[in-house]
């Protein structure tokens, strides 16, 4: 079976470019969670949709993030401006409802530089 | 103060042995609690829900704590499998609403 697929895998780029990233969710899903992990502060909640509705999105560090969910089988986070700070593993991952456990995408890793 | 709390560890410990991890959690309102493992350089997995009346599953055995507000999770006859690191994670719905997660405790078992 499919899991929540993300790309790109790596994404290295210059500060100040606009950065988008993918997810796929596992077909079904009606939850999406974006999560960004640093060492320094863990895994954090970005921002999740309940049938493609932004729920809570108090995680997004500023405006210079912004999340879409167009449709049930793709969302995006895009930055823009990007800045080195932002260098980070991005999750997305989904879930059937939400008593049933989240499935994980395999991250992006975005460095800044 | 954090929501979720964790000792970042490393825990060394020799294949065989047994160790234990423990979590604090702020957020009283919290419902639901799980033990996630990440595993180097790849995505969070559950690895198991924490009940009241405490679960095991296999050589892992989950304490919830209500009133002091602490979990546990204990790791009997470590493999070498077993090293990864092990993320607390509280949440006030269920296993697939919004989580927060602890920054997780690093096991190392050696041979």
Known sequence: ?113 | RKEVEQDPGPFNVPEGATVAFNCTYSNSASQSFFWYRQDCRKEPKLLMSVYSSGNEDGRFTAQLNRASQYISLLIRDSKLSDSATYLCVVTRGGSGDKLTFGTGTRLAVRP
């Open chain 1, 1 to 113: 079976d499919a899991g929540v697929i993300q790309s790109p895998r790596h994404e290295v780029t210059e500060m100040g470019q606009e950065v988008t990233l993918r997810c796929k969710p596992i077909s079904g899903h009606d939850y999406l969670f974006w999560y960004r992990q640093t060492m320094m502060r863990g895994l954090e909640l970005l921002i999740y949709f309940n049938n493609n509705v932004p729920i809570d999105d108090s995680g997004m560090p500023e405006d210079r993030f912004s999340a879409k969910m167009p449709n049930a089988s793709f969302s995006t986070l895009k930055i823009q401006p990007s800045e080195p700070r932002d260098s980070a593993v991005y999750f997305c991952a989904s879930s059937l409802n939400s008593n049933q456990p989240q499935h994980f995408g395999d991250g992006t890793r975005l460095s800044i530089l």
